[in-house]
């Protein structure tokens, strides 16, 4: 089923500028999609553009917060004209089926208030656990952050190449490296293979209903030097996320 994001954009038009900022306001709540099982997770943003002002979260209709508020600012200056937006992020989920509706947002600006539309949310019964090889293998705590590990063959000779591919899914807007710790590997001798500059893909990919941004962290050429079962540990990565100059970050 196809997601219908429904938002609402006010612009003012007002005969000064605010800041030193453009002119034209924009308020706007979206979510990535509007059905969902219940336990699964909906993100809801609400972005105000061009204002300063601080805006509380809507109501949610008896949706939960799992996680959030999260900050991320943005400026852009063309020809002169300078534009700045504030977006604030929430994970919410459903713990039963059933439709709930998130109310407007609002924000005072100039002496009025502006709002976004109302939001419906479908919410069906829970799915089954996941049976996709990325979810099971890396989601851990948080479901908006994991990594894999992935091998193009789980069966081999002694001397066989073995290539391990670690991937990192995202659906935070930025993130900064906080450290990492290599894997141990026993029983094999590794070779890097060179990736150059790290970069997300440039298009999301979907696992179990949810879009990720997704880049490829390592790769590594693996040669066993032994018989039996041989393990991979894993490979630990600390990020901070969604930092401006208004958040911290996390």
Same mark, same amino acid.
Do not use: C
């Given at each position: 089923?196809?997601?219908?994001?429904?938002?609402?954009?006010?612009?003012? *038009?007002?005969?000064?500028?605010?800041?030193?900022?453009?002119?034209?306001?924009?308020?706007?709540?979206?979510?990535?999609?509007?059905?969902?099982?219940?336990?699964?997770?909906?993100?809801?943003?609400?972005?105000?553009?061009?204002?300063?002002?601080?805006?509380?979260?809507?109501?949610?209709?008896?949706?939960?917060?799992?996680?959030?508020? %999260? #900050?991320?600012?943005?400026?852009?200056?063309?020809?002169?004209?300078? %534009?700045?937006?504030?977006?604030?992020?929430?994970?919410?989920?459903?713990?039963?089926?059933?439709?709930?509706?998130?109310?407007?947002?609002?924000?005072?600006?100039?002496?009025?208030?502006?709002?976004?539309?109302?939001?419906?949310?479908?919410?069906?019964?829970?799915?089954?656990?996941?049976?996709?090889?990325?979810?099971?293998?890396?989601?851990?705590?948080?479901? &908006?952050?994991?990594?894999?590990?992935?091998?193009?063959?789980?069966?081999?000779?002694?001397?066989?190449?073995?290539?391990?591919?670690?991937?990192?899914?995202?659906?935070?807007?930025? *993130? #900064?490296?906080?450290?990492? #710790?290599?894997?141990?590997?026993?029983?094999?001798?590794? #070779?890097?293979?060179?990736?150059? &500059?790290?970069?997300?893909?440039?298009?999301?990919?979907?696992?179990?209903?949810?879009?990720?941004?997704?880049?490829?962290?390592?790769?590594?050429?693996?040669?066993?030097?032994?018989?039996?079962? *041989?393990?991979?540990?894993?490979?630990?990565?600390?990020?901070?996320?969604?930092?401006?100059?208004? &958040?911290?970050?996390?």
């Amino acid at each position: 089923m196809g997601t219908v994001l429904r938002s609402l954009i006010v612009v003012l *038009l007002i005969p000064f500028t605010l800041g030193g900022f453009g002119q034209e306001i924009a308020f706007t709540a979206v979510v990535d999609r509007n059905t969902v099982a219940a336990g699964e997770h909906i993100l809801l943003t609400v972005t105000l553009t061009n204002s300063q002002q601080r805006f509380a979260p809507p109501d949610l209709g008896g949706l939960v917060i799992v996680r959030g508020p %999260s #900050e991320s600012s943005s400026f852009s200056n063309v020809n002169g004209r300078m %534009s700045m937006s504030v977006a604030r992020s929430w994970v919410l989920t459903a713990t039963k089926p059933g439709t709930f509706t998130i109310g407007p947002a609002r924000v005072q600006v100039g002496g009025g208030v502006i709002a976004t539309d109302p939001i419906t949310i479908t919410v069906g019964k829970a799915a089954a656990a996941p049976s996709d090889p990325y979810t099971a293998q890396g989601q851990g705590r948080d479901p &908006n952050l994991f990594a894999t590990i992935s091998l193009n063959r789980n069966k081999g000779y002694v001397g066989e190449q073995v290539i391990a591919t670690y991937t990192l899914y995202s659906r935070y807007t930025s *993130l #900064e490296p906080a450290g990492s #710790e290599l894997p141990k590997l026993d029983g094999f001798w590794a #070779e890097e293979v060179d990736l150059g &500059n790290i970069r997300f893909e440039d298009r999301p990919r979907t696992i179990n209903g949810v879009q990720y941004r997704v880049a490829v962290l390592r790769q590594q050429v693996l040669f066993p030097q032994r018989s039996g079962k *041989l393990r991979i540990e894993p490979l630990k990565l600390s990020y901070v996320a969604d930092r401006s100059f208004i &958040n911290r970050g996390r």
